[in-house]
C-alpha cells in the first residue's frame, strides 16, 4: 500500500505568516519523502483563513516538484466551477511535462458560499460547471483539436499546449463528500475517487464507495482499477489515550477554522446542497471521539487496525494521503507522529 502526505492550511496571518507556512510545509514535505511517502497534496480554497493560503495548488505543487524528483504530486483539489477549462488544462499540462509526468489531478465542485459569490458564480450551477468543466479538461487533454459547445464555455478549434505526459491525460480524481451523485458521477466517468470523510461514519462511507465501484462497471470502466485515495488525519504516539489527548486541540482549531466560512449556510441554501444548511450546526455538535474514529489518531496498533477495516468496508486497497500538521501543530511534534507512523504502520501493512 502506498501512503501519502496532505496539507489544508488553517493558519491566520496574525498566527502564521504565509511566508513561514509554505517554508515549513516544505520542509515537512521533505521530511516525508526521506521517511517514504510518495505523494504531496493540497488543496484549492480562498479568502478565509480556512485553506486561504492555498488558492493555487498546481503552483504550489510546482515548487514540490523541483526540489522532490520522485514524489508524485496531487490536487486535492482543483476547482472547475472558478477556473476557465482551457487555462486549467493548458496549467494541469504544463505541471505534467514538468514533472516528467508525476501529476494526479483531482476535482471538486467547491461547497463554499462565501467562494461562489466572490467569483460571481451562482451555486445552483455548481454540479453543472462542475461536470461541463472536467468533460472540457479532457477533451483539451486528449483531443488535438476541439471545438467545444457547453452552458457555460464554447470555443471553437482549440490545442491546447503543452500537451501532457501522461496518457491519454493525468490520472482524474474526484472529490466525493456526502452527496450519493458524486459517487455515481465519479463511477459512471471512471473517474477514482477522493474521499475525506469528515463528518461521515466509516460504514456510511464504505457503502459509498461499493456502491461507486458498482456504478463504475455499469459505466463500462473496471472496478477493479479503481483508485480510491481517502484524507486521514494522523496523530500517532505509544498509546490511545496520548494520541486522542494530544490531536484534540489541534484538531478542535481546525473545526473552529472550518465554521467560519460555513456560517454563510445559515442563510443562504441551495437546492444543489440538500441539507448543508443544518451541516454548520452539526459541526458544532460533532463529537471528538466521531472524529477520531474516522482517523488514524492512536497507537500504531490502532493505526494498522484502522487500515484495514478501511481497506475491508472499502471494497478494495485504499490510496491514503495523511494530514499530520494541522492545528498549527509545532513542526518537532508533527514529524514525531510522521516518523513513528512510518516505521510501525506504513512500513507492516
Given at each position: 500500500?502506498?501512503?501519502?502526505?496532505?496539507?489544508?492550511?488553517?493558519?491566520?496571518?496574525?498566527?502564521?505568516?504565509?511566508?513561514?507556512?509554505?517554508?515549513?510545509?516544505?520542509?515537512?514535505?521533505?521530511?516525508?519523502?526521506?521517511?517514504?511517502?510518495?505523494?504531496?497534496?493540497?488543496?484549492?480554497?480562498?479568502?478565509?483563513?480556512?485553506?486561504?493560503?492555498?488558492?493555487?495548488?498546481?503552483?504550489?505543487?510546482?515548487?514540490?516538484?523541483?526540489?522532490?524528483?520522485?514524489?508524485?504530486?496531487?490536487?486535492?483539489?482543483?476547482?472547475?466551477?472558478?477556473?476557465?477549462?482551457?487555462?486549467?488544462?493548458?496549467?494541469?499540462?504544463?505541471?505534467?511535462?514538468?514533472?516528467?509526468?508525476?501529476?494526479?489531478?483531482?476535482?471538486?465542485?467547491?461547497?463554499?458560499?462565501?467562494?461562489?459569490?466572490?467569483?460571481?458564480?451562482?451555486?445552483?450551477?455548481?454540479?453543472?460547471?462542475?461536470?461541463?468543466?472536467?468533460?472540457?479538461?479532457?477533451?483539451?487533454?486528449?483531443?488535438?483539436?476541439?471545438?467545444?459547445?457547453?452552458?457555460?464555455?464554447?470555443?471553437?478549434?482549440?490545442?491546447?499546449?503543452?500537451?501532457?505526459?501522461?496518457?491519454?491525460?493525468?490520472?482524474?480524481?474526484?472529490?466525493?463528500?456526502?452527496?450519493?451523485?458524486?459517487?455515481?458521477?465519479?463511477?459512471?466517468?471512471?473517474?477514482?475517487?477522493?474521499?475525506?470523510?469528515?463528518?461521515?461514519?466509516?460504514?456510511?462511507?464504505g457503502e459509498m464507495v461499493v456502491n461507486y465501484r458498482s456504478f463504475r462497471a455499469e459505466g463500462g470502466h473496471d472496478p477493479a482499477t479503481a483508485s480510491i485515495n481517502i484524507n486521514f488525519r494522523l496523530y500517532c504516539a505509544e498509546s490511545d489515550k496520548e494520541a486522542v489527548e494530544r490531536a484534540e486541540p489541534y484538531a478542535r482549531h481546525y473545526i473552529n477554522m472550518f465554521l467560519e466560512p460555513l456560517e454563510r449556510w445559515r442563510d443562504q441554501p441551495s437546492a444543489q446542497y440538500p441539507g448543508y444548511e443544518k451541516f454548520i450546526t452539526a459541526v458544532e455538535k460533532f463529537p471528538y471521539d466521531v472524529l477520531v474514529e474516522q482517523s488514524?489518531?492512536?497507537?500504531?496498533?490502532?493505526?494498522?487496525?484502522?487500515?484495514?477495516?478501511?481497506?475491508?468496508?472499502?471494497?478494495?486497497?485504499?490510496?491514503?494521503?495523511?494530514?499530520?500538521?494541522?492545528?498549527?501543530?509545532?513542526?518537532?511534534?508533527?514529524?514525531?507522529?510522521?516518523?513513528?507512523?512510518?516505521?510501525?504502520?506504513?512500513?507492516?501493512?
Amino acid at each position: 500500500m502506498q501512503f501519502g502526505v496532505t496539507f489544508f492550511p488553517d493558519v491566520t496571518p496574525d498566527v502564521k505568516s504565509a511566508q513561514q507556512y509554505y517554508a515549513e510545509t516544505f520542509e515537512l514535505i521533505d521530511f516525508a519523502a526521506d521517511l517514504g511517502f510518495c505523494h504531496a497534496k493540497i488543496i484549492e480554497h480562498y479568502l478565509t483563513p480556512y485553506g486561504g493560503y492555498s488558492p493555487d495548488p498546481l503552483q504550489f505543487l510546482a515548487a514540490v516538484a523541483a526540489r522532490q524528483p520522485k514524489m508524485r504530486l496531487m490536487t486535492g483539489a482543483v476547482i472547475p466551477a472558478f477556473n476557465h477549462p482551457i487555462q486549467l488544462a493548458a496549467r494541469i499540462a504544463l505541471l505534467d511535462s514538468m514533472s516528467n509526468g508525476r501529476l494526479d489531478v483531482g476535482f471538486a465542485r467547491a461547497f463554499l458560499p462565501h467562494e461562489f459569490d466572490a467569483f460571481e458564480v451562482s451555486m445552483d450551477d455548481s454540479r453543472a460547471r462542475y461536470e461541463e468543466g472536467i468533460d472540457a479538461i479532457r477533451r483539451l487533454l486528449t483531443e488535438e483539436e476541439v471545438t467545444f459547445e457547453g452552458q457555460f464555455h464554447r470555443f471553437e478549434k482549440a490545442r491546447s499546449l503543452p500537451r501532457p505526459v501522461q496518457q491519454p491525460h493525468p490520472p482524474f480524481y474526484v472529490a466525493a463528500f456526502r452527496t450519493p451523485d458524486s459517487f455515481e458521477y465519479a463511477g459512471r466517468e471512471g473517474h477514482s475517487l477522493m474521499i475525506t470523510p469528515f463528518y461521515m461514519r466509516p460504514a456510511e462511507l464504505g457503502e459509498m464507495v461499493v456502491n461507486y465501484r458498482s456504478f463504475r462497471a455499469e459505466g463500462g470502466h473496471d472496478p477493479a482499477t479503481a483508485s480510491i485515495n481517502i484524507n486521514f488525519r494522523l496523530y500517532c504516539a505509544e498509546s490511545d489515550k496520548e494520541a486522542v489527548e494530544r490531536a484534540e486541540p489541534y484538531a478542535r482549531h481546525y473545526i473552529n477554522m472550518f465554521l467560519e466560512p460555513l456560517e454563510r449556510w445559515r442563510d443562504q441554501p441551495s437546492a444543489q446542497y440538500p441539507g448543508y444548511e443544518k451541516f454548520i450546526t452539526a459541526v458544532e455538535k460533532f463529537p471528538y471521539d466521531v472524529l477520531v474514529e474516522q482517523s488514524f489518531i492512536g497507537s500504531p496498533e490502532n493505526a494498522r487496525d484502522r487500515i484495514a477495516y478501511f481497506t475491508d468496508i472499502c471494497g478494495g486497497e485504499i490510496y491514503p494521503s495523511i494530514d499530520f500538521a494541522y492545528g498549527n501543530m509545532p513542526l518537532d511534534e508533527a514529524k514525531a507522529s510522521l516518523k513513528l507512523f512510518a516505521e510501525e504502520v506504513m512500513a507492516k501493512v
